[in-house]
T-cell receptor, first 109, second 115 residues
Framework: GQSLEQPSEVTAVEGAIVQINCTYQTSGFYGLSWYQQHDGGAPTFLSY????GLEETGRFSSFLSRSDSYGYLLLQELQMKDSASYFC??????????FGPGTRLSVLP | DGGITQSPKYLFRKEGQNVTLSCEQNLNHDAMYWYRQDPGQGLRLIYY???????QKGDIAEGYSVSREKKESFPLTVTSAQKNPTAFYLC??????????????FGEGSRLTVL
């Protein structure tokens, strides 16, 4: 089967940099995605890594290492509005997505 | 504007009743998905469909049913056989899984409460 692990909670202060890790066990997948979800809302797409390496999108960057079964989301210049839950997800060869349990990020003033 | 529309946003059901959640997309996406989310938890796959008139069970399909008669529509029925249906239900779609940026588009969700 497939499974993903993330830290349950992360806390940081405004302006800081935070890294949210995702480790996975899966037999084969197209890529690793990251989603943000505010309380009561729907997830929104942040980033996708099909290949190993770093993808940068504004303040957010995502990294994938297939050899280490590991990825991370890096958030820079944290803002209060970044307080949310963050999910990693793999698009497996069965063509469905498997989501991690989510990491709740709290940004403090 | 293209997107995914879920309805109703809030739904209350008595035990023993079936309810159907609507999901419509005008993105011309091939694949559609239904997820369930419980408070403080991740997303669990109920059903998915990659093409019209075909769908596959996800990890928690028991007590649910779906249909895919049109490309743009993927309704979910929560049957009385689902023992604990109170949850947040999310519909999502993607153009062509495995070909492209891997971005799932989500609807706003339907919050079902069983009284």
């Amino acid at each position: 089967g497939q499974s993903l692990e993330q830290p349950s909670e992360v806390t940081a202060v405004e302006g800081a940099i935070v890294q949210i890790n995702c480790t996975y066990q899966t037999s084969g997948f197209y890529g690793l995605s990251w989603y943000q979800q505010h309380d009561g809302g729907a997830p929104t797409f942040l980033s996708y890594n099909a290949l190993d390496g770093l993808e940068e999108t504004g303040r957010f960057s995502s990294f994938l290492s297939r050899s280490d079964s590991y990825g991370y989301l890096l958030l820079q210049e944290l803002q209060m509005k970044d307080s949310a839950s963050y999910f990693c997800a793999v698009l497996i060869y069965g063509q469905n997505f498997v989501f991690g349990p989510g990491t709740r990020l709290s940004v403090l003033p | 504007d293209g997107g995914i529309t879920q309805s109703p946003k809030y739904l209350f059901r008595k035990e023993g009743q079936n309810v159907t959640l609507s999901c419509e997309q005008n993105l011309n996406h091939d694949a559609m998905y239904w997820y369930r989310q419980d408070p403080g938890q991740g997303l669990r796959l109920i059903y998915y469909s990659q093409i019209v008139n075909d769908f596959q069970k996800g990890d928690i399909a028991e007590g649910y049913s779906v249909s895919r008669e049109k490309k743009e529509s993927f309704p979910l029925t929560v049957t009385s056989a689902q023992k604990n249906p109170t949850a947040f239900y999310l519909c999502a779609s993607i153009a062509s899984p495995g070909q492209g940026p891997g971005e799932l588009f989500f609807g706003e969700g339907s919050r079902l409460t069983v009284l």
